[in-house]
């Protein structure tokens, strides 16, 4: 079974309308992100959280809301979808290492999200 | 700002060696991440550099210098399977946030 799972896979809304990306991990990781991909831009991160009662946003939060449910639990919402959220939304987790390293990011298989 | 540099795209033969660089000026420097990305699926890691000089892991080598805000990923004995996105990404501080280039789709012709 997969580490990170994302669901839906594959998802067509139109504007205006409520939807909820959901992620779920089986690592045990603290930290779980959310982003957005868009050709040409690269990744960009839109919310994180490093356990369950802490929320930050990202560089792109505007228009996007998050709920850190359990550990392994990170839900992305667009509350009222529109055409330039049209994108491919990854989630991911990375552990907590002491003395402040920084370990890698492992990363769901993605969302491909299209608002009409 | 953070702003991080990649080539967009490059071209390279089976069986060769090819070096995509990246630059970087960001606010801090906790680290650098290198990533693949084969296409429609998830980026997976290949190599994290956080003091300079090169780190070699196989085929797949990455080299960093702080002082140039510099990296490269050097890949050798170039396979077709090697045609994918790579991303550079830097970490400006203990955060353990990513900022991500644009990333530079290689492809590997025969």
């Known amino acids: 079974d997969a580490d990170v799972t994302q669901t839906p896979r594959n998802r067509i809304t139109k504007t205006g309308k409520r939807i909820m990306l959901e992620c779920s991990q089986t690592?045990?990781?603290?930290?779980m992100y959310w982003y957005r991909q868009d050709p040409g831009l690269g990744l960009r991160l839109i919310y994180y959280?490093?356990?369950?009662?802490?929320?930050n946003k990202g560089e792109i939060s505007d228009g996007y809301s998050v709920s850190r449910q359990a550990q392994a639990k990170f839900s992305l919402s667009l509350e009222s979808a529109i055409p330039n959220q049209t994108a491919l939304y990854f989630c991911?987790?990375?552990?907590?290492?002491?003395?402040?390293?920084?370990?890698?990011?492992?990363f769901g298989p993605g969302t491909r999200l299209t608002v009409l | 700002g953070q702003n991080i540099d990649q080539p967009t795209e490059m071209t390279a033969t089976e069986g060769a060696i090819v070096q995509i660089n990246c630059t970087y000026q960001?606010?801090?420097?906790?680290?650098l991440f290198w990533y693949q990305q084969h296409a429609g699926e998830a980026p997976t890691f290949l190599s994290y550099?956080?003091?300079?000089g090169l780190e070699e892991k196989g085929r797949f080598s990455s080299f960093l210098s702080r002082s140039k805000g510099y990296s490269y990923l050097l890949l050798k004995e170039l396979q077709m399977k090697d045609s994918a996105s790579y991303l550079c990404?830097?970490?400006?501080?203990?955060?353990?946030?990513?900022?991500f280039g644009q990333g530079t789709t290689l492809q590997v012709k025969p």
């Open positions: 991911a987790t990375s552990d907590t290492a002491s003395g402040g390293a920084v370990l890698e990011q492992f």
């Open positions: 690592k045990g990781h603290d930290r």
């Open positions: 959280s490093f356990d369950v009662k802490d929320i």
């Open positions: 960001t606010s801090g420097f906790n680290g």
């Open positions: 550099n956080v003091l300079d």
């Open positions: 990404a830097v970490i400006p501080s203990n955060t353990g946030k990513l900022i």
